[in-house]
């Protein structure tokens, strides 16, 4: 834990440990993503940003393996995606719990399907997991209601809950947050950085968000796509704050004014819909 605790604080390697190399992503006849080339250092948080429809889901499906590039390739630690797998951990746009499921058995099933040895040990430590994991989105006193029972933020944080369970390296969140109220989303935030900082194993975060301050808060870079069609990496803004940030005080930061004016310039340059935040 120490080491990847250094690794963030800044001596990452520069080898890509996830690349997307010449992308084309088409659908029947219309081109969604043309030429995306992209390189994600193991450790790094990165943010996807751009207007609805310009392919940041697509993006995220192809890094998950749920889809299969029309052209050129997604690899990670040097292996080609070929398909969806447990090293890569997805929370999807809504939170896609199972309703019948307690809390408890939406993240433990996932689990038992990843961890497959039933030793005694192995059981107590999958249980130990979980509680940690459900304390730590404040979940543990709910664990035994169903999504229905739930607020929207709390689904949400069951969400990032199981995806976190299965231990991914790389974690791939698509637009976690949009249905919450701004309070929970803050909230959300910080249990987010206190998962991703304790957990050894999930080191790499890829996050689709509309929320430009969410972005800069959470992110060492943030990927704005040009619009869509043929979306591609239209700019890269480095988000250089040092960690643990505070929220409180972070908005006032020199660094913070510059990715946040950069990145609505950025924005504001792409025609068509503006952004919802
Ligand atoms: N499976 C699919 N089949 C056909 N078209 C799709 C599919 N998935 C996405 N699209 C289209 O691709 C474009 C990008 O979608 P998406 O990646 O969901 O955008 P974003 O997440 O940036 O809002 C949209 O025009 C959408 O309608
Ligand atoms: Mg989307």
Redesign the pocket.
């Known amino acids: 834990m120490t080491t990847l605790t250094m690794e963030r604080a800044g001596t990452r390697t520069d080898v890509p440990y996830l690349a997307i190399e010449g992308v084309h992503?088409v659908?029947?006849d219309?081109p969604?993503l043309e030429n995306v080339d992209l390189e994600i250092r193991r450790g790094e948080f990165v943010s996807l940003i751009?207007?609805?429809?310009?392919?940041?889901?697509?993006?995220?499906?192809l890094i998950a393996g749920l889809?299969t590039p029309t052209a050129g390739r997604v690899s990670l630690d040097g292996e080609l995606v070929r398909g969806p797998g447990a090293d890569r951990g997805m929370v999807f746009?809504g939170h896609s719990l199972l309703p019948w499921l307690s809390v408890l058995d939406n993240v433990r099933v996932p689990m038992d399907a990843v961890f497959r040895d039933t030793r005694v040990q192995r059981t107590q430590a999958k249980a130990e997991r979980i509680e940690r994991i459900l304390r730590a989105v404040g979940l543990w006193e709910h664990r035994d209601k169903k999504p229905g029972e739930l607020s929207g933020g709390m689904r949400q944080r069951c969400a990032v809950a199981r995806a976190f369970a299965v231990r991914p390296r790389v974690l791939l969140l698509?637009?976690p947050f949009g249905a919450v109220d701004a309070l929970t989303k803050s909230a959300l935030h910080d249990e987010l950085m206190s998962l991703w900082s304790s957990d050894s194993e999930t080191e790499t975060v890829i996050m689709?968000t509309h929320d430009i301050d969410e972005a800069i808060y959470l992110s060492d870079r943030i990927v704005v796509?040009s619009n869509?069609?043929r979306?591609k990496v239209g700019a890269i803004v480095e988000v250089d704050i040092p960690r643990p940030r505070d929220k409180r005080t972070i908005a006032r930061l020199p660094a913070y004014v510059e990715a946040r004016e950069q990145l609505l310039a950025l924005l504001a340059r792409a025609p068509g819909e503006a952004p919802h935040t």
Do not use: I, Y
């Open positions: 992503q659908f029947r219309t969604v751009g207007h609805s429809g310009c392919g940041k889901s697509t993006l995220l499906n889809l746009q698509d637009e689709v796509m869509g069609p979306a």
